[in-house]
């Protein structure tokens, strides 16, 4: 019931940086959590980074860890994915998601951004 908008792909070389950016249509909206998840061609969607709606905390996939930063601004709505010394295995579809209280999993998506890391 709520839109979730991505800014910030793009096209950058191995190494480069690219920060993404995540906002809800209704910033009221009760969330658990805020995700990103990614979808590379021929490959499944993938889990790449959280943050909890209430105390801030993070978790990372193994694959970008150390590389990648999830966070958030000061009004907690928009979310952001700085991503830094990219590889080409980067390249995918990023999408953004909120985990509603009270909901399973993740039932708010965004439309995505694409990001490519060239060689």
């Known amino acids: 019931q709520v839109r979730l908008i991505e800014y910030g792909g793009g096209l950058v070389q191995a190494g480069g940086s690219l920060r993404l950016s995540c906002a809800a249509s209704d910033p009221t909206y009760s969330r658990y959590a805020t995700a990103w998840f990614r979808q590379a061609p021929g490959k499944e969607r993938e889990f790449v980074a959280s943050i909890r709606w209430s105390g801030g905390s993070t978790y990372y996939s193994p694959s970008v860890e150390g590389r990648f930063a999830i966070s958030r601004d000061r009004t907690g709505n928009e979310v952001y994915l700085q991503m830094s010394n990219l590889k080409p295995e980067d390249t995918a579809i990023y999408y953004c998601?909120?985990?509603?209280?009270?909901?399973?999993?993740?039932?708010?998506w965004g439309q995505g951004t694409q990001v490519t890391v060239s060689s």
């Open positions: 998601a909120i985990q509603g209280v009270g909901a399973r999993n993740y039932n708010n």
